[in-house]
């Protein structure tokens, strides 16, 4: 069964728009942690963000935030006035309990335009 | 830090030979993970190591796939005979345990290994 579903296959906006994507998980711990990773075209995964299970207060870095619900198993991501180097497949991963593999979702391909 | 190290970056090989992608985890990290990309399959864990000992297998697709890690700097995964469905991107990444609540590691990964069989 999937844990993690990112229903969004693909995101095009213009430059400066906001862009939000959706992230839903499944799993049964208590404990268990939410990532963000990053895949821009160069192909590397890049570390975006990681919360835990306990800690559900919204994070903002820069033009990022992070919006984790734990009532609706959510853990969505926006970015604010979007610029071209935001363009990059976007993944969403779990990993649960005291297991430390990642469950990645199907990455949603977000593309900015100039 | 280099980060982790993968080679070789591409490889093409016809089916049937035998490929060795290689990994050199972040210095003092002791997890090591491999995992595949594909687009019909995303991103799939194949095996994880802890301190060099395997941890979870239950990803290698088949016994065509093995992955060793002879010590705690260098990690290699084989594929033989090699298919053309084994065609993917292969990733190795590393990680540490974490600070604070404990359970859960930031996985740095490398650059991967494209690998094209024909």
């Known amino acids: 069964a999937q844990k993690v579903t990112q229903a969004q296959t693909e995101i095009s906006v213009v430059e400066k728009e906001d862009v939000t994507l959706d992230c839903v998980y499944e799993t049964r711990d208590t404990t268990y942690y939410l990532f963000w990773y990053k895949q821009p075209p160069s192909g590397e995964l890049v570390f975006l963000i990681r919360?835990?299970?306990?800690?559900?207060q919204n994070e903002i870095s820069g033009r990022y935030s992070w919006n984790f619900q734990k009532s609706t198993s959510s853990f969505n991501f926006t970015i604010t006035a979007s610029q071209v180097v935001d363009s990059a497949v976007y993944f969403c991963a779990l990993s649960e309990g005291y297991d430390y593999k990642l469950s990645f979702g199907a990455g949603t391909t977000v593309t900015v335009r100039a | 830090d280099a980060g982790v190290i993968q080679s070789p970056r591409h490889e093409v090989t016809e089916m049937g030979q035998e490929v060795t992608l290689r990994c050199k985890p972040i210095?003092?990290?002791?997890?090591l993970f491999w995992y595949r990309q594909t687009m019909m399959r995303g991103l799939e864990l194949l095996i994880y190591f802890n301190n060099n000992v395997p941890i979870d297998d239950s990803g290698m697709p088949e016994d065509r796939f093995s992955a060793k890690m002879p010590n705690a700097s260098f990690s290699t995964l084989k594929i033989q005979p090699s298919e053309p469905r084994d065609s993917a991107v292969y990733f190795c990444?590393?990680?540490?345990?974490?600070?604070?609540?404990?359970?859960?590691?930031?996985?740095?990964f490398g650059a991967g290994s494209r690998l094209t069989v024909l």
């Open positions: 919360r835990n299970s306990f800690d559900e």
């Open positions: 210095s003092g990290h002791d997890y």
């Open positions: 990444a590393s990680s540490s345990i974490g600070t604070g609540l404990s359970g859960a590691n930031v996985l740095t």
